[in-house]
């Protein structure tokens, strides 16, 4: 039986030549947007965790690769034509995802998670937490 991967490298050398490159640009691009997010492997998927909470993951399936864990509203224009369910965005490389539609979908995560652990400090400090 193969190890499962640990990895985002080793989760990258499991998956198709044709969609590898396609995983590694959103990789790269996630990490310029946070690069304080840690990268691991989980739900069989190469993902990102932004202050110990989920950020995005990245993977590919027999026929697609796919963002997983994303908030694709407000940017329904942007996305027509791309296979989109609640909280996936579906592409086959080489169509890459539309330009700021990643970056704007990650602050807006990133922006969520702080608001949330603030205020989780805030209802701490009062005594409600």
């Known amino acids: 039986m193969d190890a499962k991967p640990a990895t985002i490298e080793e989760y990258l050398a499991t998956v198709p030549e044709e969609f590898r490159a396609a995983l590694e640009a959103l990789r790269q691009q996630i990490r310029a947007l946070v690069p304080e997010a840690t990268e691991g492997v989980a739900y069989g998927l190469a993902g990102f965790k932004y202050r110990g909470k989920p950020l995005a993951y990245i993977g590919a ?69």
Do not use: N, Q, W
């Open 61 to 129: 399936a027999k026929r697609h690769c796919g963002l997983y864990g994303m908030d694709a509203s407000g940017f329904e224009a942007e996305l027509a034509g791309y296979d989109v369910s609640k909280g996936t965005i579906r592409f086959v490389p080489p169509r890459a995802l539309p330009p700021g539609v990643l970056e704007g979908m990650i602050r807006r995560r990133v922006a969520a998670i702080d608001d949330a652990l603030a205020a989780k400090r805030g209802a701490k400090r009062s005594g409600r937490g």
